[in-house]
């Protein structure tokens, strides 16, 4: 025969009592916070208007240089976790600003960082001994512990998105960061070269890989406007996504770094995407064109270098009301590898 306890709430607080001092606490009291039906999560849906914030952006320019900042950046933060210096429960976003002849000094750091250009044009980064010139609309990696310095040689600032794992490498307490003795880090190789390397969809034939990281660098916005331009003729629209590409690894296929996925997607003038979910919490930066999402029950109108946060499994769907070109990141292969990742297409 089975001894089946009673309840005993009236037991509980002394049952607590013996606990505590002990470091222990009682499961079936939380149980139901960790075993949901779905995700909960603080993140909220927001939109950052670009030019609601370009002004504020600016401003900082004349209270601090980018060298005494290390990064003058200026950090998208999620209403729902404000203080928290984050854009959704595993990501940092922010708008980095490099002014005419500045300088950002090298550093590195286990947080991977892309950037995505949204305005200017002309400016460097330099990644482990290689600069690249950066224009509009490209992306530019900068994985896990790489020395990198920004510099900006033109007459025009230059503003680009950051986003980086932060929030996720601290909670797996892996940070580490040292500064470069220089400001900036010597150059071992032409502007240029990985991508002559590794982008052409060719490889020096020794080649191995040496890291979970793309050795491609700088995906040029041309390149993949190009291709998206080209295979829209298909006229193959994916009813949730329209027309939408991630960023590749091109030694393994995998996302250009391990911890997060990039996309660019093209949505044609009136296309309306399918209701769609998933798991990974995403950040857009509109590249061209205008439009609207509905995220949950609220909508969101959208133009050229806007920046705006999906969270986690609420409801998306984008309707564009011209030809438009949306750039995205999530933390999708941190969740797909470790087979988490969900998706509802079309039925939520
Ligand atoms: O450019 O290295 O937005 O270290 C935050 C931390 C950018 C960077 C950020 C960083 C950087």
Known sequence: MTIVADVRPDLMPYYKDDCDPKNLAPLWEVLHTFARKTPKSDCQPYIWHYNEIRDTLMKSADLITAEQAERRVL?????????????????????????????????????????FIVEGSGAYTAVDGEKTI?????????PSWTWHDHGNETDTPMVWLD?????????????FAEPYPEPTHPTSRPAGDTLARYGMGLAPVDHQPQTANSPIFNYPYSRTREALETMRKAEEWDPCHGL???????????SAMPTLGTFMQLLPKGFETA???????????????????IIGDETFEWSKRDHFVVPCWA????????????????DRPVQQTLG?????????
Do not use: C
């Open 134 to 142: 950066m224009e509009e609309g490209d992306f530019v990696i900068t």
């Open 163 to 175: 986003g980086l794992d932060v929030p996720l490498v601290e909670t797996l307490d892996t940070t």
């Open 275 to 293: 209701t769609y979910q998933s798991t990974d919490a995403t950040v857009f930066s509109v590249v061209e064109g205008s439009g609207k999402s």
């Open 75 to 115: 950090i998208l933060e999620n209403p729902g976790m404000r203080g928290r210096y984050r854009v959704t429960t595993s990501l940092f976003a922010g708008l980095q600003l490099i002014m005419p002849g500045e300088i950002a000094p090298a550093h590195r750091h286990t947080q991977a960082a892309l950037r």
């Open 340 to 348: 988490l990742w969900r998706e509802n297409r079309g039925n939520a």
């Open 315 to 330: 409801p998306q769907k984008h309707i564009a009301n011209e030809d438009a070109v949306l750039f995205s990141f999530s």
């Open 244 to 254: 939408k590409l991630r960023y590749v690894n091109p030694d393994n296929g995998q």
